[in-house]
């Protein structure tokens, strides 16, 4: 009987960790949806909409259909969007390492660095998660990541100070 309890609690623990992994992967897609939105107001608003936009579809696929990331159409979108992010990703942290900036979200380059830097990382915490029940250390590790970025932006919106030094179209979005 113990083996059966044993069984069962590891069968119940994994459809917890599904259930977190989904959520998990919701609120990163609305996370993403946001950020493509407030690009809206932005100069170069196509190019960050389509980075922030592409790991938000992505996101809500993975949390409705959770093997999706086994699939030949989403592993490509998601392969070209990591290496294409990549790429920007290194000429953005050239540049703030570069101009030695120190307060990353003081500068569009540090924020659009920061937002693409964290698509990047959810892309490939999300490959290849279809695979196998998703463990504890990675649903750990997603939680973890899932609340960074609202903390985030919830602090800056609250504490204006912070947003002085923005230029114009940054300080209409949300």
């Known amino acids: 009987m113990n083996g059966l309890e044993t069984a069962m609690g590891e069968v119940c623990e994994k459809s917890w960790l599904s ?8 609120f990163m897609s609305l996370f993403f949806a946001l950020a493509t939105y407030v690009q809206i107001n932005d100069p170069d608003a196509g190019l960050w909409m389509v980075g922030y936009g592409v790991p938000a579809v992505l996101c809500v696929l993975l949390s409705l ?12 979108v998601a392969d070209l969007h990591v290496m294409i992010s990549s790429t920007v ?12 900036i120190s307060e990353i979200f003081q500068q569009e380059e540090g924020r659009e660095f920061s937002g ?33 970025p609202f903390v985030a932006w919830l602090y800056y919106h609250i504490n204006k100070e912070l947003r002085l030094n923005w230029p114009s179209h940054c300080k209409t979005a949300i």
Do not use: D, Y
């Not at 259930?19 to 919701?26: D, E, K, L, S, T």
């Open 116 to 148: 693409l830097l964290l698509t990047l990382v959810w892309l490939l915490l999300c490959r290849h998660s279809g695979r196998a029940p998703v463990g504890l250390l990675r649903v750990s590790t997603a939680a973890a990541i899932t609340v960074f």
């Open 65 to 76: 259909k959770p093997h999706v990331t086994e699939a030949l159409p989403w592993r490509r």
């Open 89 to 100: 990703v290194f000429m953005l942290g050239w540049k703030v390492q570069k101009e030695r």
């Open 19 to 26: 259930v977190i992994w989904r959520i998990c992967n919701a």
